[in-house]
């Protein structure tokens, strides 16, 4: 199959699945009708066009920096009229990092590709207010399995979260290499381990509409070590040639006789 | 020539009296050699620095013309219950001899940057008076002022990788920004004086330009106050950039 991927990369990031009426929660991972939305809306198609070729789209996420929660407690005026628009709450991740893969027929993915290169509306990260830090194109469709697409792409998180996690390794308050989770649309037939409503059927703002989705959980093998041999601050003995201590021929003779 | 790197157990009281004064602890340096080398400024002389290194550990770095023995500082501010000797000493001459122009090497400078100065106000013909330099501007000022006859160069940052518009043409940094006041006892022991001066600690990176008078920079040092452990320049592998 043919598989798409796209870095999702931003100061802020919101993807809700469950949000409703003033309290507008976030996924810890991009959710599926965030990304085929934002697909959508590259390709400039309309609220209330037909998604049925996006939605059987086979979808997944990598989390490679997971980021960390943000809550907003949101005011607001009507531009025209000043009257108070509701009291919300809205949620975001910061400074998160993923990667999402979209598996399907070659020539769409193909046409989503060149959409994603010139936009009809701008991409943004689950809201108007989050666009993105990165580009999110990385690199035309090829052909590739979504798991091992998922499995073998770079690790793209930033520089200072790679240094926070050696310098973590070197204090030893992590255990071993860091693993990162991998969300996978489940196949049919398949006993999901978790399921979320956000596989969309209409983005129409009259009457939008979602079914359930099924999820596959998994840990991708660790990212490659970023780098090898961090030298120490400044050892200026590093590069020396210790001499014999002057006391070490003393405690040879001094040392018990075991023979 | 030797480099010896003394471990200094901060527990212990003497350590702290030694890391309390440079006076006190220049005095312990200078008793680690048995025959002192001669004090006129021609020969290579005997350099230390104290130089906090990662997880609380403190070491004290000595580079001599003769070999230290340090059990009296081991007695006082060591391990003395542990069998090794607790001081490393190192060929330091054979690495010197290895030095080549053109080689980049990671440095450590512990100085005493200052420069002589009329202050305003001063009567016409009056002395000039020895001033610390205080910001680290005027200190970076200072070494590369003497770069040249030192026999190095400090690297250049590239343009493009430049963090601020100015003061950051140069791969060194200053830190360890430590205003010094000490009180010490003349021959007589009568009355006192009060030692001030500032010590800080330049990093960076390093070209060789002039092997001989960078070797002579090494065991020399640099600057003033090298008795109070100013003036001595370490080197390391550089870290690829």
């Known amino acids: 199959m043919t598989v ?18 003033a309290r507008r929660s976030t996924e810890n991972a991009p959710t599926k009708s965030g990304v ?3 697909l959508a809306a590259a390709e400039g198609r309309p609220r209330d066009a037909d998604l049925s070729d996006l939605a059987a789209l086979r979808f997944g996420v990598r989390i490679d920096q997971p980021g960390s929660r943000l809550r907003d407690f949101h005011t607001a005026h009507h531009a025209d009229s000043d009257k108070a628009m509701p009291l919300s709450e809205r949620f975001y991740l910061a400074d998160a990092v993923f990667i999402a893969g979209v598996e399907g027929d070659r020539a769409l993915l193909q046409r989503l590709y060149q959409a994603l ?4 509306f701008l991409p943004y990260l689950g809201r108007r207010s989050c666009p993105p830090s990165l580009p999110i194109d990385m690199g035309p469709p090829f052909e590739d399995a979504l798991e091992d ?8 998180a930033s520089r200072w979260y790679r240094r926070q996690l050696e310098r973590a390794a070197d204090m030893r308050t992590s255990t071993g290499p860091v693993d990162l989770d991998v969300l ?21 703002p009259r009457h939008r509409q979602y079914t359930l989705r099924g999820v596959l959980t998994d840990h991708s093998a660790p990212p490659p070590p970023a780098r090898r041999g961090v030298p120490a601050p400044h050892d200026p003995t590093s590069v020396l040639r210790p001499l014999d201590s002057p006391n070490s021929t003393t405690t040879a003779e001094n040392s018990p006789r075991t023979s | 020539m030797y480099l010896t790197r003394f471990r200094i157990n901060t527990a212990r009281s003497g350590a702290r009296r030694l890391l309390g004064s440079p006076h006190a602890m220049h005095g312990a340096v200078n008793m680690a050699f048995p025959n002192p080398s001669a004090r006129d400024g021609q020969g290579p002389r005997v350099l230390w620095r104290v130089d906090p290194q990662a997880a609380g550990r403190t070491d004290l770095l000595i580079v001599s013309p003769g070999r230290p023995d340090l059990t009296h500082l081991v007695e006082q501010a060591g ?32 100085a005493n940057p200052v420069h002589d100065i009329h202050k305003p106000g001063d009567p016409e013909g009056a002395r000039t008076k020895r001033t610390a330099h205080v910001t680290p501007r005027h200190q970076i000022g200072w070494l590369l002022k003497r770069q040249e006859q030192a026999g190095f160069e400090i690297v250049c940052t590239p343009p493009e990788r ?8 140069h791969q060194v940094i200053v830190h360890n920004r430590m205003p010094l006041q000490f009180r010490k ?3 007589a022991g009568s009355s006192r004086h009060n030692v001030r001066f500032t010590r800080v600690t330049f990093d960076g990176r390093l070209r060789i330009t002039d092997a001989d008078a960078f070797r002579r920079t090494l065991t020399h040092g640099l600057g003033k106050a090298k008795a109070y452990g100013c003036g001595l320049m370490t080197l390391a592998p550089a870290r690829a950039s």
């Open chain 1, 149 to 156: 697409a998922l499995r073998t792409a770079k690790w793209q």
């Open chain 1, 117 to 120: 290169r010139a936009p009809r």
């Open chain 1, 184 to 204: 996978i649309d489940c196949p049919p037939g398949e006993a999901p381990h978790l399921s979320l409503r956000d596989a969309p059927v209409s983005f129409d």
């Open chain 2, 185 to 187: 006892r003349d021959a």
């Open chain 1, 36 to 38: 085929l939305g934002l």
């Open chain 2, 79 to 110: 391990w003395p219950g542990l069998e090794q000797p607790g001081w490393t000493t190192f060929a330091y001459k054979e690495f010197l001899d290895r030095l080549a122009i053109g080689d980049t090497w990671g440095f450590r400078l512990t």
């Open chain 1, 4 to 21: 798409m991927l796209l870095r999702l990369a931003g100061p802020l990031q919101s993807w809700g699945s469950t949000a409703r009426f």
């Open chain 2, 162 to 169: 430049q963090l601020t518009q100015r003061g950051h043409e």
